[in-house]
């Protein structure tokens, strides 16, 4: 049974306030980059979908008994962030990463318009870029799908000193691709084989073994995948050695 203390750290946490963040690589900047908010969210969800085949004979009534579970969507996240330049904050309140944009009323729409390239399709990747949402010990990973920015507030310049972003993401947790993972981790530097379920995609599988999830363009050369988004969930694929 768990002490007092244990639980009261469950349910308030250890004293320190974790900012939820976005990270990603920006196609300006040319590197990693991660936007912690100021103001965590309130909530946020995570919606799953299965696919279900209906194996009634010609002329048979639709039951739960004659359907069989034919495919696994990826996850859905939604969640709104607030980023906002005109709250005064004290130094030490500042989140670490967040003084440049608080002190530059134009930072604040350079953050956006690099989140909104999200949405397109990288050049040399030919997709989009992968975002990671992080929060406390949760981390969710795939591509942003849908994206709404309301400015809600302006300087008497006309600039907007607050923003308000609706974000949606379709991806997975980091923690259940490891769970679903049946094979035990091994050495990236030796060859090996594994079987993608339905709800993964290479990115997802390098990442799982390399760390790296740009290395998916490795095992789709070394499998001959011409294109990534159409595979054959019932072969087993070659991770090769790096």
């Known amino acids: 049974m768990s002490s007092i203390s244990e639980r009261q750290n469950l349910i308030y ?11 990603f690589h920006s196609q300006e900047e040319k590197r990693m980059v991660t936007i912690p908010v100021q103001f965590n969210p309130g909530e946020y969800s995570i919606s799953r979908g299965l696919k279900f085949k209906n194996n009634a004979g010609h002329g048979e009534e639709s039951t739960p008994e004659n359907t069989q579970a ?13 980023l906002d330049t005109s709250t005064y904050m004290a130094e030490y309140q500042r989140p670490k990463g967040l003084d440049r944009y608080l002190n530059d009323d134009e930072e604040l729409t350079k953050i ?3 989140i909104s390239m999200l949405m397109k399709i990288n050049p040399e990747q030919h997709e989009q870029t992968l975002i990671t949402f992080a929060w406390g010990s949760m981390e969710f990973y ?17 600039m907007p000193v607050r923003a308000k972003l609706d974000v949606d993401l379709e991806g997975e947790e980091k923690s259940i691709l490891s769970a679903i993972d049946a094979n035990p981790k091994e050495s990236p530097d030796r060859t090996k084989y594994r079987r993608l379920n339905q709800r993964e995609e290479l990115w997802m599988l390098a990442d799982a073994e390399y760390n790296d999830a740009s290395y998916w363009k490795e095992i789709a050369r070394e499998n001959g995948i011409l294109n990534p988004r159409k595979l054959d969930h019932t072969k087993r694929l070659k991770v090769p050695a790096l």
């Open 13 to 23: 946490g250890d004293g320190n306030l974790a900012r939820a963040t976005l990270s």
């Open 70 to 82: 034919a495919e696994s969507n990826l996850a859905n996240l939604k969640v709104s962030l607030i």
């Open 112 to 114: 956006c318009k690099s």
């Open 142 to 158: 795939g591509h942003m799908t849908s994206l709404n920015i309301s400015y809600q507030m302006f300087n008497r310049n006309g």
